[in-house]
């Protein structure tokens, strides 16, 4: 039998027998909605021969969507009783038990998965959302591509390109391991309970080598943090504390990585900084 999905009354009924209320802290706005868990699932480009990760499955409503195509899903869920549950309500709704493997751990703190999943879906609550995805990309380098749901503001901040509002420290980061794209909006009302901020689809796909080796990494995060720091200082000042200690040393160290001293740190591309880190 083909693998079934939530509906709205059975998501409600799943929280009250688990006695879970849905909170801010742990961003439990559960999806009821059977079109925008598949509208997630095809964005994504999820396919029967693909091993998925996702972070944050809830009550399971996203996941059943993944399952469906014929995919197999690791599952990373924070609360011990979602965490629980999980596996039955895949069961009760025809999911053989060996395309599951639910992992009960807080996403930031795992640092191994089953399978090498290569597809990374997620429903992701605003005050984790970048630190996960950061720490999932670094972690993982079999990850090749993946659909996000989040906050509006924080999918166009990881979208953003250099020189917009909201391109931030986030926005170089995530660039950092390839490209990515809003894909789409997804409605308050599909939410329970509805939250009060809007919510965007944000894709990436991973560059096919990666940019630089892990030290190079954490020198062009440390570089791109102290820049922006002090978002409105030009760079030659922003980065004298990590860049020799002074304006004039820093601005030598950028004109030998071909970058303007005088231009903030929203104004410089992944590839800039990273060339910066290398000097």
Partial sequence: MPVSLLGAAEIRRLATELDVTPTKKLGQNFVVDANTVRKIVQVAGVSASDRVVEIGPGLGSLTLAILETGASVVAV???HRLAARLPETAAA???PAERLMVIDADA?????LP???????ANLPYNVSVPVLL???ETFPYLRSGVVMVQAEVGERLAAPPGSKVYGAPSVKAAWYGSWRLAGTVSRQVFWPVPNVDSVLVAFDRDAEPRGTEEHRRRTFQIVDAAFQQRRKML????????GG???????RLERAGVDPTLRGEQLTVDDYARIAAL
């Fill in 108 to 112: 930031l703190r795992v640092d191994e």
């Fill in 236 to 243: 030659r000042q922003a980065l004298s504390g990590v860049l």
């Fill in 246 to 252: 002074t304006a004039a040393e820093a601005s030598a």
């Fill in 77 to 79: 869920e924070i609360d």
């Fill in 115 to 121: 399978g090498e999943p290569s597809v990374l879906v």
């Fill in 135 to 137: 720490h999932f990309l």
């Fill in 93 to 95: 709704h025809e999911v």
